[in-house]
């Protein structure tokens, strides 16, 4: 019989869905280690990985004749993985696309309400029994509507908030991205990304994690934003120089910041926690049952097809 490792707890429904393979689920909550990760190439037909179980090149060299011959990620985002490497030792790699749209969009836009009305902050004042009630000039935040999005990555994700922004908060648009997208709302494409951070009110950073986007959101991109203006990442952590963000939260250079995700997740440096002009948030993207589900489905779709013989149909 087929044997399958799922690398983290999934819903009852997705389980389910795997029924009649050798199923093996691990009950940690955390990623692989050195010596699951070895394992699970060895041990297992096909492996239903996720963020953090980082099957990189020297994995692979260590296993020369690897049992398992599909990694079906659990995440549209794959850079754990190195798919040229899995290639290379004859291992499929697919991932969840579309799935995650929607609800990472839907977090990019309570990050920027939450970093421009200063929600977090507001919250923690409540209860802390310090609120002294209500008065004009109290934490006094940046009002969105009718106010300049910059997008950093105008695929799926970046588009799906440039709507919302659009449509629901008649928000302009601006956006930086390899090349020119047609869009169904009106876009203006930046050629540099410190002329779009310069021009905006809002940067959110919305592109995939790879060794291309390490650090593109860096000191000099900060350095342009204007002084009220706002940084949210939804992307991965490592797209935005954490320790130049930090040193323009403590020097009030900007305006805030909203993260769901973290340079080195899941550590977060104690001078950003200490920060009350920064909106934190533990990687809450995806964070929906449904969505989860549709996640699990799609990968436990890529499985069936692959061990039927056809072709994935989320193939990386």
């Known amino acids: 019989m087929t044997k399958i490792l799922i690398t983290r707890p999934l819903p009852d429904d997705v389980i389910a869905a795997?029924?009649?393979?050798?199923?093996?689920?691990?009950?940690?909550?955390?990623?692989?280690?050195?010596d699951e990760l070895r394992a699970a190439l060895r041990d297992f037909d096909g492996v239903l990985p996720t963020l953090g179980d980082a099957f990189l090149a020297e994995v692979f060299a260590d296993v020369p004749d690897p049992r398992c011959r599909i990694l079906a990620n659990f995440g549209v985002?794959?850079?754990?993985?190195?798919?040229?490497?899995?290639?290379?030792?004859?291992?499929?790699?697919?991932?969840?696309p579309g799935a995650v749209t929607d609800a990472t969009a839907d977090i990019g836009m309570t990050l920027m309400l939450m970093s421009a009305r200063r929600a977090a902050e507001g919250e923690?004042?409540?209860?802390?029994?310090?609120?002294?009630?209500?008065?004009?000039?109290?934490?006094?935040?940046?009002?969105?509507?009718?106010?300049?999005?910059?997008?950093?990555?105008?695929?799926r994700i970046g588009q799906a908030i440039?709507?919302?922004?659009?449509?629901?908060?008649?928000?302009?648009?601006?956006?930086?991205?390899?090349?020119?997208?047609?869009?169904?709302?009106?876009?203006?494409?930046m050629e540099r990304l410190t002329e779009l951070a310069a021009s905006v009110d809002v940067l959110v950073a919305a592109v995939p994690g790879s060794p291309e986007t390490h650090h593109l959101i860096d000191a000099e991109v900060i350095a342009a934003m204007q002084g009220h203006a706002h940084l949210v990442n939804i992307s991965r952590g490592d797209v935005l120089e954490e320790a130049a963000l930090i040193a323009a939260l403590q020097e009030g250079r900007i305006g805030g910041?909203?993260?769901?995700?973290?340079?080195?997740?899941?550590?977060?440096?104690?001078?950003?926690?200490?920060?009350?002009?920064?909106?934190?948030?533990?990687?809450?993207?995806?964070?929906?049952?449904?969505?989860?589900?549709?996640?699990?489905?799609?990968?436990?779709?890529?499985l069936r097809a692959f061990f039927d013989g056809k072709t994935p149909p989320n193939k990386v």
């Open 124 to 155: 923690r004042l409540v209860r802390s029994g310090a609120w002294e009630g209500w008065h004009p000039t109290q934490m006094l935040g940046l009002h969105l509507t009718g106010k300049t999005v910059g997008i950093v990555g105008m695929g």
């Open 162 to 189: 440039a709507r919302r922004c659009h449509y629901g908060f008649g928000m302009a648009v601006k956006y930086w991205n390899r090349s020119e997208k047609t869009l169904a709302f009106p876009a203006e494409r």
């Open 18 to 34: 795997l029924g009649g393979l050798d199923l093996t689920v691990r009950a940690k909550t955390g990623p692989l280690d050195a």
């Open 77 to 96: 985002g794959y850079n754990h993985i190195d798919a040229a490497a899995a290639g290379a030792a004859g291992i499929t790699v697919t991932n969840t």
């Open 257 to 302: 910041a909203g993260l769901d995700v973290y340079e080195f997740e899941p550590k977060v440096p104690e001078a950003l926690r200490a920060l009350d002009n920064v909106t934190l948030l533990p990687h809450l993207g995806t964070s929906a049952l449904e969505i989860r589900i549709e996640m699990g489905l799609m990968a436990v779709e890529n």
